[in-house]
């Protein structure tokens, strides 16, 4: 059997009814997988045996000034506001930025690509 407890509104109770769900059934028959982008916790209360541990990285924003027309279109996508467009001069918020790459996507002039950030130097807002 597999259940699965969808995305939802942070602070709603999903993690600690996964958790629950999976300490309530019999050891060696549960498989747990948190699979939060930005915070996975669940281990903060299973207190597991980590095997091994595997660095990754989140894809932020970077502007060639040299194509971009700053027409505004890369700050308008995203609701985190992670890229601002003032007069001639594009800013960019990698902690804000989600890694969806929308903004390099809608981008007319291709002026937008990515380099990786490690997750672990993100700053992640806990509320």
Known sequence: ????IPIGKGKTGK???????AL?????????????????????FLNPAIQQVTSIGIPVPRIDESKCTYCGKCAKVWEYHAIAVILKTVLVFDELCHGCRACSYLCPEKAIFETEIPMDRQIVNPN
């Open 1 to 4: 059997m597999i259940i699965s």
């Open 15 to 21: 993690t600690t009814i996964a958790v629950n769900l």
């Open 24 to 44: 309530s059934l019999p050891k060696r028959t549960v498989q747990l997988i948190d699979c939060d982008v930005e915070e996975p916790n669940s281990h903060l």
